[in-house]
């Protein structure tokens, strides 16, 4: 493969490329990611964003890894949408954390009209913080995208999840090109888009590459692109598979499949999402090395752990990591100490 060009964005890949990048020798491949990531950020950044449930389980999606769906007996307990005071809360909790990006998730197939006036409270609340906004609600119609936007809302996440040929091994009750046609009403309302995917899923080499081929043909690349590791939920029919096989990616894989991810999608945040809890320090600091820039950060993602944060101020600190767009907690500590005189 000739030299990779790092100026950039290509939107005209092919998945025989994508699988090439796969198969270069490792040390090439992380070399190459490297010097692409280089080229468009400062390495020695990672992006916070902080994650919170406000809407848990009870989900009518079938998504056969995901410990929020009714489908399975993952022994979590559904609950309502969250107030919006409640959210607005914990989410200067996570602004002095140092979070500059806070994410509200929710455990729906699709939005419903009725949430929306609760929703707008909520993302304007968080947006009056100084954080960047964003939320995963399931499948939106090109209107609700529209007044989420309006509502101050700046990213949307909503995954492909894997490639198109094993997505029917994945999830049966929604289809790829329903999840392509939310993201286009993302995209049309002029929000920035989140979109990535879980790999260890059981999944090949080539359904992986056929993901990050599919984000890097999108008319836009994501402007943040979540590599998340299978948290595995005992009672999820993915989950179980995993605990009782064994761990279905190597690490190796694992960074391949980030560094790939760098040099698809060059100006990209590739986020290092689900699984950190169950790495190492040294293979979260190679993930780091082939390109990764975005971390979740807070104890928990949406049900499942993550490391906490004393773990990773220790592990940004031996590796002369910041996090990126310091100024914001600058402002909100200002801010505090302003409110307090
Ligand atoms: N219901 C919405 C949806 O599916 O778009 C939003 C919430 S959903 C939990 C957000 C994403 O979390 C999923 O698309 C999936 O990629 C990721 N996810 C869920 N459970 C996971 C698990 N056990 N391991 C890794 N990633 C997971
Ligand atoms: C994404 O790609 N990963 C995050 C976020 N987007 C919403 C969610 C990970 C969820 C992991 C399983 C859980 O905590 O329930
Ligand atoms: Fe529902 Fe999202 Fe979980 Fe799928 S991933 S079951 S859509 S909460």
Known sequence: MSKINAAEPRYDWTLTQVEALFDLPFMELVY?????????????EVQLSQLLSVKTGGCAENCGYCSQSAHFKTGLKAEKLMDADVVIAKAKAARDGGAQRFCMGAAWRELKDRDLPKL?????????LGLETCATLGMLTAEQAQQLKD?????????????????GQVVTTRTYQERLDTLAYVRDAGMS?????????????????????QLATLPSHPDSLPINGLVPVSGTPLGDKVLSEGKAIDSIEFVRTIAVARIVCPKSM????????????????????????????GGKLLTTPLPDMDEDSKLFQDLDLKPMGGKVQVEAKAEDMIAAE
């Open 270 to 297: 590739v986020r290092l999402s689900a699984g950190r809890e169950g790495m190492s320090r040294d293979l979260q600091a190679l993930c780091f090395l082939a390109g990764a820039n975005s971390i979740f950060v």
């Open 32 to 44: 190459q990611a490297a010097n692409v990531h280089r080229a468009h950020f400062d390495p020695s």
């Open 120 to 128: 707008a409270t909520m993302i304007g609340g968080v947006k009056a």
């Open 151 to 167: 509502a101050g809302l700046d990213y949307y996440n909503h995954n492909l999840d894997t490639g198109p040929e094993y997505y």
């Open 193 to 213: 888009t989140c979109c990535g995917g879980i790999v260890g899923m059981g999944e090949t080499r080539r359904d992986r590459a056929g993901l990050l081929w």
